[in-house]
């Protein structure tokens, strides 16, 4: 048996028909870059996020660099970022030349650790990346308590978090600013490269719109350098579609992770995810930890599972980040980056393919 990672020309074959006719519309009306298509996209995914505003943007890493840019923070001052999550939570900080200082994880859900946090902030910081890692939200609630105190701003890199709510409100909107990723990978993903930042701050989202069309007010006349990173059209059609589908993805998505946590529920030496009482987890991977991890993967391989590593190593481990000296640090995010291992998850999955990956995991431990 084959069980895919990830099934995107299954995706597509099961809405074929309507996305054939938004690419076919697009190029009718040869509205490629921004324009109408964007526009609409923009508007439904602000309503789907429940947010004021939404830019779309090239993609999620630059739509991070443009939200931080658009913050005005002081510049050179320090913003933390967990050291688990995608190089591009961290790049963004230093491309817009503020400096990446690391967080530990929080052991059950792997987002950014309050402790790490209150631990790590002082008189130079001036924001926290809240990544909602995998797809479960980061504890709004007490970070923004914190950023109160500390005068700070929260930036929420939601790009595994389409959907997410944290008591019962869609993530998006809680931080002062956030940015999702519309990578063909993601819950919600489009057919190539796209990005989207949301917020219900007025000023804020007109700056990022500006920043990210060469600082323009009209066509030729631009009131500060800005660069180029635009929502284009063939991908806002697309995603307009697809986000008529995406709560039935993410159901299945939950779907599937239930049926993960009773099959697997101990088993070996596995450490299920979690879903805080005040969480609603897309699982945009479902992430277990094991200290067999090499060994796991290996074998499902050879049973024609597919699995990922998020991530292989922890951003205070990258070359790119050697200059940080926090490779050595006592941080669980330097251990788990050994023992995680993402399984299979979303619509393509049958409860067959589940339960065949599920058995497979517990003939590797008996
Ligand atoms: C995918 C991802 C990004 C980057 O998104 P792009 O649209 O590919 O730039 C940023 N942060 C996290 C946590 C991601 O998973």
Redesign the pocket.
């Known amino acids: 048996m084959e069980i895919k990672f990830l099934d995107l020309y299954k995706q597509y074959c099961d809405i074929k028909e309507e996305i054939d006719a938004a690419i076919q519309s697009v190029i009718k009306d040869t509205a490629f870059i921004r324009g109408p298509y964007a526009r609409a996209f923009e508007k439904e995914f602000a309503a789907y996020q429940n947010a004021e505003y939404c830019v779309g943007v090239g993609?999620?890493?630059?739509?991070?660099e443009i939200a931080i840019e658009a913050l005005h923070l002081k510049q050179g001052s320090e913003i933390l970022v967990p050291a688990n999550?995608?190089?591009?939570?961290a790049e963004?900080v230093t491309r817009a030349g503020h400096k990446v200082i690391f967080c530990d994880c929080d052991p059950d859900d792997y987002t950014i650790s309050i402790e790490s946090v209150k631990d790590t902030l002082n008189k130079k910081t001036s924001a926290i990346m809240a990544?909602?890692?995998y797809g479960h939200p980061c504890d709004m609630d007490a970070l923004s308590d914190i950023a109160r105190e500390h005068s700070l701003k929260i930036i929420e890199?939601s790009?595994?978090a389409h959907g997410a709510e944290y008591k019962g409100k869609r993530v998006g909107t809680i931080g002062d600013i956030s940015?999702f990723?519309?990578?063909p990978?993601?819950n919600l993903g489009a057919y190539g490269?796209?990005?989207a930042i949301v917020t219900d701050d007025k000023i804020l989202s007109e700056r990022c719109r500006m920043i990210a069309n060469h600082g323009r007010i009209s066509k030729y006349d631009h009131e500060f350098e800005g660069r180029n990173s635009r929502l284009d059209g063939l991908q806002a059609a697309i995603l307009s579609v697809k986000l008529r589908h995406l709560d039935t993805w993410l159901d299945a998505r939950r779907h599937v992770a239930s049926q993960y946590n009773m099959e697997l529920e101990g088993v070996g030496d596995l450490i299920l995810p979690i879903e805080r009482e005040w969480a609603r987890h897309v699982y945009?991977l479902y992430v277990i930890r094991t200290s067999k991890r090499n060994e796991l993967k290996e074998y499902l391989t050879e049973k024609g599972i597919q699995t990922g590593i998020?991530y292989p190593k922890a951003l205070p481990k990258l070359q790119a980040y050697a200059y940080c000296e926090q490779a050595d640090e006592d941080m669980k995010a330097n251990q788990y980056d050994m023992q995680v291992l993402s399984l299979p998850t979303g619509d393509h999955l049958s409860p067959e393919d589940v339960s065949y990956v599920t058995n497979c995991i517990r003939a590797f431990y008996e």
């Not at 993609?59 to 991070?64: A, M, R, V």
């Not at 999550?85 to 939570?89: G, L, Q, T, W, Y």
């Open positions: 993609n999620c890493t630059d739509g991070l999550s995608f190089i591009a939570s963004a990544v909602h890692l890199d790009a595994q940015v990723s519309f990578f990978g993601k490269d796209a990005g945009h998020h």
